[in-house]
């Protein structure tokens, strides 16, 4: 199991250091496809527990573009925006969280 696979178990013992060495994963997983919205939403997530809200933003953003019907990858988009106070951008991507599941 990865560090990324490993990195969002609550009793880890080692949280903090796990999302620190998850990064330099996942971005090296990204160098290697970076067309991956899956890999683009945990980036977002990792950046987003380290307290980097622009990148994780940009990297929501970038994961909703390659899967626009993913839900989930809204909803993580939409805590980023949460995280930055951006409550404008986060309400539109709640609303698109309820478009995407009322199209399914």
């Not at 199991?1 to 999302?19: H, N």
């Not at 899956?38 to 940009?58: D, F, S, V």
């Not at 390659?66 to 988009?77: Q, R």
Request: charged share 35%; with cysteine; hydrophobic share 30%.
């Amino acid at each position: 199991m990865g560090v990324v696979d490993f990195l969002f178990k609550e009793d880890s013992p080692q949280k903090e250091y796990d999302r620190i060495c998850a990064l330099p994963e996942c971005n090296q997983a990204l160098a290697r496809n970076d067309k991956d919205p899956y890999l683009w939403n945990k980036r977002c997530r990792i950046l987003m527990e380290l307290g980097w809200g622009k990148e994780a933003i940009k990297a929501g953003k970038t994961a909703v573009e390659l899967e626009p019907d993913d839900p989930d990858l809204w909803e993580t988009l939409h805590d980023a925006y949460s995280g930055c106070n951006d409550r404008e951008k986060a309400d539109e991507c709640q609303k698109n969280v309820v478009s995407v599941k009322k199209n399914r």
